[in-house]
């Protein structure tokens, strides 16, 4: 089982590796474009780039056709065997609702500074684990309990990073108090929630289609394999079924983007693929909610792309070189200490795995 962790470890840091880039792409490509068009065309991207990971990848799950049925299936709401399962319906449509995650924040910079955006925005990888935490609790037990230890850490590396950031762009809070500036927070939480949703509802959709595709189809089709590519699945279908209303939204407002910023938009969201994808991989093999401390690196890691591509001033280089030392500590302590408690996982299966 550590040796599990050990590889979600390296999988998780090539994540942080590739989420770091995010910053800077967005940086170089938003300019003034209405924040609904330019999610727009990162979806488009974004399911493109999911599209051709789950053709290259994992082709001999959707060449089965028991497996494309259900997916179809279980999608759209149909009935399977005279049963219609309306929950993974519902975590697909909330999925799509998630997508907008990054239309709102993009929209709240307009109301609030950066720093206090993407600090607030930053609390979704602790709403992640705190919701995927209490889906396992009723599942069965994929992972390690959630204790006061690994909530310490993951505070800890969420401060590291709001250190960082503020100390990258610094913090101006004058116009918060302000109608605009509440309205521009009020955003930036709606964006943190819709991320760590989208982070979230797909593993029970991915873990209940994986589960009946086990049962019914004769190939055979390795667990981890299977419920990662079932996890690609309904992202890449909620991206899709996402971009038509931010499409909407952003015209129906008056909104306007050219041809050169929609193709780098769509270039981002292909961009945004390799971390999303080791990032969700490592969550699913390790047992251990801990690791996603490491990303609270990205920003850490992102200066560094910025420093070499952009011009930046720093405002407060102390607060920078602490907080970039809390979240590396943060992270040596959570996952050094990872490999406790592992007996209950190892000597049983998980429910809808193939033994």
């Known amino acids: 089982m ?36 330019y999610n727009t065309g990162v979806w488009v991207g974004t399911s493109l780039g999911l599209g051709v990971l789950l053709f290259v990848l994992h082709r001999p799950i ?4 028991v497996s494309r049925r ?8 149909l009935k399977t065997d005279g049963v219609r399962r309306w929950d993974l319906v519902a975590l697909l449509w909330l999925l799509v609702v998630g997508r907008f995650a990054f239309a709102f924040f993009g929209w709240a910079i307009h109301y609030v500074d ?3 955006v993407a600090v ?9 684990v705190l919701v ?17 230890f690994s909530w310490f850490g993951l505070g800890l590396a969420f401060i590291g990073m709001a250190a960082v950031v503020v100390g990258t762009v610094g913090f101006d809070a004058r116009g918060t108090v302000l109608a605009g500036g509440v309205f521009g927070i009020v955003l930036t939480f709606i964006s943190a929630l819709l991320q760590a949703g989208v982070a979230t509802l797909g593993f029970p959709f991915a873990y209940g289609v994986a589960s009946e595709i086990s049962r019914k189809t004769d190939a055979r089709l390795e667990w981890e394999n299977l419920e990662f590519g079932c996890l690609l699945f309904v992202y890449c279908a909620s991206g899709l079924i996402a971009i038509l209303p931010n499409a909407l939204i952003g015209f ?8 050169d910023s929609f193709g780098w938009a769509v270039a981002v969201g292909v961009s945004f693929v390799p971390g999303a994808a080791l990032a969700r991989k490592a969550v699913l093999i390790t047992p251990d909610l801990g690791i996603n401390a490491l990303i609270y690196a990205s920003p850490v890691v992102g200066l560094l792309w910025l420093g070499l591509f952009t011009d930046i001033t720093v405002a407060r280089l102390d607060l920078l070189v602490v907080g970039a030392v809390i979240v590396a500590v943060a992270n040596v302590l959570l996952n050094r200490t990872s ?17």
Do not use: C, Q
Not at 62 to 65: G, T, V
Not at 252 to 259: N, Q
């Open 2 to 37: 550590k040796s599990r962790h050990g590889r979600a470890v390296a999988l998780m840091v090539a994540g942080v590796g590739f989420f770091s880039t995010n910053g800077l792409f967005v940086e170089l490509t938003f300019d003034d474009n209405h924040p609904f068009l």
């Open 62 to 65: 959707f060449s089965d056709p």
């Open 70 to 77: 259900v997916l179809f299936r279980r999608s759209v709401g």
């Open 114 to 116: 950066t720093a206090t």
């Open 120 to 128: 607030l925005h930053y609390t979704w990888p602790v709403l992640f």
């Open 132 to 148: 995927l935490a209490r889906w396992d609790r009723t599942m069965g037990g994929r992972y390690r309990k959630v204790g006061a």
């Open 252 to 259: 129906a407002t008056g909104g306007s983007i050219s041809a």
């Open 339 to 355: 490999g406790r408690s592992y007996r209950r996982l190892g000597r049983r299966r998980l429910p809808g795995a193939p033994g």
